[in-house]
């Protein structure tokens, strides 16, 4: 669903993304672990089309998003880390503009956004300005918006900044759903628990390269530990030890 071909992203001296190759399956739960400044927002970034790269490739479900942005980014369901939203629009009005950004059309918006707002306990709020919303509800309402063409591929970075438990176990089992259904989840965190009991494979970037890639045992493997969670192995794997 996901290949990246020699992907690098150059800031003038700066090689915050350093000729990545990575390919994630259908129905895949990946997610992409790294010390801040590693470059996964970058990465993210140029997967999503917000970025162009300097070099190398994104395909998304075998789409180039160089050639065929537009064809591309249909299929991506995009959920960043610090999202814009109108606030002086509804919970409502918004999600019908992310319906008109991907062509969604009248025929069955409603039900479908009202839906998603009763899944993600935003139904009674639908009609309030966004400005009033809490932080985690702007959080909820965004995700919300981001699954409203029904996208074959998520990409999300930091998914659960400002969600309280019960949203983060309602993302938690609707991305494995959605896996389940054959629905690819890129996912960017901090949260090394999550991504320990999500995630199907991981791959860890530093310094703009990919050092490790595969299940938290295969991680373990390649960090030369014989035990040990995942918040030792990439301390590990990313020289941040404590000596």
């Given amino acids: 669903?996901?290949?990246?071909?020699?992907?690098?992203?150059?800031?003038?001296?700066?090689?915050?993304?350093?000729?990545?190759?990575?390919?994630?399956?259908k129905g895949e739960i990946f997610g992409f672990i790294g010390p801040n400044g590693a470059g996964k927002t970058t990465t993210i970034r140029m997967m999503a089309g917000v970025l162009g790269p300097t070099e190398g490739a994104v395909l998304i479900g075998g789409i180039s998003m160089a050639t065929a942005a537009e064809e591309a980014k249909r299929m991506i369901g995009f959920i960043p880390d610090r999202p814009f939203l109108y606030e002086k629009l509804t919970?409502?009005?918004?999600?019908?503009?992310?319906?008109?950004?991907?062509?969604?059309?009248?025929?069955?918006?409603?039900?479908?956004?009202?839906?998603?707002?009763?899944?993600?306990?935003?139904?009674?709020?639908?009609?309030?300005?966004i400005e009033a919303y809490s932080h985690g509800m702007k959080q909820r309402l965004v995700i919300a918006s981001a699954?409203?063409?029904?996208?074959?591929?998520?990409i999300v970075d930091e998914p659960m900044v400002g969600l309280d438990p019960a949203g983060i176990r309602l993302v938690k089992d609707l991305f494995r759903q959605?896996?389940?259904?054959?629905?690819?989840?890129?996912?960017?965190?901090?949260t090394l628990e999550i991504a320990e009991d999500l995630c199907n494979r991981i791959g860890v970037i530093h310094q703009g390269r990919l050092v490790a890639l595969g299940t938290t045992g295969d991680l373990r493997g390649t960090a030369r530990l014989q035990s040990g969670d995942l918040e030792e192995v990439f301390l590990r794997l990313t020289g941040k030890e404590t000596p």
């Fill in 91 to 129: 919970g409502l009005e918004f999600m019908r503009f992310i319906a008109d950004l991907y062509g969604f059309g009248d025929g069955g918006f409603r039900e479908k956004a009202e839906g998603l707002l009763i899944q993600f306990s935003l139904y009674d709020w639908a009609d309030h300005l």
């Fill in 1 to 25: 669903m996901i290949q990246l071909s020699n992907l690098t992203k150059r800031y003038g001296n700066i090689l915050a993304v350093d000729h990545l190759n990575l390919s994630v399956e």
């Fill in 178 to 190: 959605m896996a389940g259904r054959g629905t690819t989840i890129f996912m960017s965190t901090h």
């Fill in 147 to 154: 699954l409203l063409h029904d996208p074959r591929l998520i």
